[in-house]
């Protein structure tokens, strides 16, 4: 099985790239185990679902190849080394423009719509990448957020067409908590749901923003990051989950594994805390 890890990179700061680079090499694909019989949780918290070999540790699906595929947008000249040091196997593609890159601050992000067409191409490219490589799965995960370990393991092994991760996150710092998933429109969700998300499990949803499984037929399906433009939605990811759901494909997010994000610069200080806490045991 082939998997291509992708995302399209802009990183003022060059410790938050540091974590999400770290959290990348760290995942742990299922690979093969032979001669071993017993199989045991692979155990985060008592609710993970996850196998490995109880003798030696090796999960118990096939062997997964990986490939790492980045687009570095208008880059500040600290990337290219950090990646050669973290994933020296990783291929970078760097667009310089003239439009200015993601407005991020300590009170929230501002996505103008350049910046956002940018990273549409940059996705589709990615897509494209994946096709004419033979990838089986193309995985997106934004490069603000760290990863625990087991994450892609275990969204391989719901064998979805398109599944995410989740994470919460305050999109301004004195708002509520909220998810990188939704069920409906721009950013539509119910309570119930909400409160549903926070127990471990794998549920249906609309959308998924940010850090995305997409199985091949997805792709061969022709769904895509390309604008819509008689809908008002602009962000990218509405435009691939809206052609995603036309074309008869059902979107999950998992919540066994929450990813850190890493929103605002402050968000750095709970970083130690969170590798800590989801270690596994």
Same mark, same amino acid.
């Given at each position: ?13 060059? %410790? ?8 990348? =090499? ?22 993970? $679902?996850?196998?490995?070999? @109880? ?15 980045? +687009?570095?947008?208008? $880059? ?18 760097? /667009?310089?423009? =003239? ?9 929230? *992000? =501002?996505? *103008?719509? @350049?910046?956002?067409? /940018? ?14 490589? &033979? =990838? ?12 625990? $370990? #087991?994450? !892609?393991? *275990? ?42 998300? %926070?127990? #471990? &499990? ?7 923003? &940010?850090?995305?499984?997409?199985? %091949?037929? +997805?792709?061969?399906? &022709?769904?895509?990051?390309? #604008? /819509?433009?008689? !809908? ?9 989950? /809206?052609?995603?759901?036309?074309? @008869? ?21 709970? !970083? ?10």
């Amino acid at each position: 099985m082939k998997v291509q890890i992708s995302c399209c990179v802009h990183q003022e700061d060059p %410790r938050v790239l540091e974590a999400w680079l770290e959290g990348i =090499a760290g995942l742990n694909p299922c690979q093969s185990c032979d001669g071993c019989s017993s199989v045991k949780p692979q155990i985060w918290d008592e609710d993970c $679902p996850g196998l490995i070999c @109880g003798e030696c540790g090796v999960s118990s699906r096939s062997s997964v190849e990986l490939s790492y595929k980045f +687009v570095l947008h208008n $880059p500040l000249g600290y990337e290219a080394e950090m990646f050669e040091r973290i994933i020296p196997t990783a291929k970078l593609k760097v /667009i310089k423009t =003239a439009i200015p890159c993601t407005e991020a601050s300590d009170h929230t *992000h =501002a996505w *103008h719509q @350049g910046v956002i067409e /940018i990273v549409s191409k940059a996705k589709n490219d990615l897509i494209h990448e994946a096709l004419d490589s &033979g =990838a089986d799965y193309l995985f997106f995960c934004d490069s603000d957020q760290v990863l625990q $370990p #087991p994450t !892609l393991a *275990h969204l391989l092994e719901q064998e979805k067409d398109l599944i995410g991760c989740i994470s919460w996150c305050k999109w301004t710092p004195d708002g509520p908590e909220l998810p990188n998933a939704w069920m409906k429109d721009h950013y539509t969700m119910d309570k119930d749901s909400l409160e549903t998300w %926070r127990k #471990p &499990g794998v549920y249906k949803v609309g959308f998924v923003g &940010g850090c995305l499984l997409i199985h %091949r037929k +997805v792709l061969e399906a &022709g769904v895509s990051y390309i #604008p /819509i433009p008689n !809908l008002s939605f602009k962000m990218e990811d509405r435009w691939f989950g /809206i052609r995603a759901a036309v074309a @008869g494909f059902q979107m999950w997010v998992s919540t066994y594994y929450p990813y850190l994000h890493l929103y605002r610069s402050g968000d750095l200080d709970r !970083l130690e805390v969170w590798r800590e806490r989801t270690k596994v045991l």
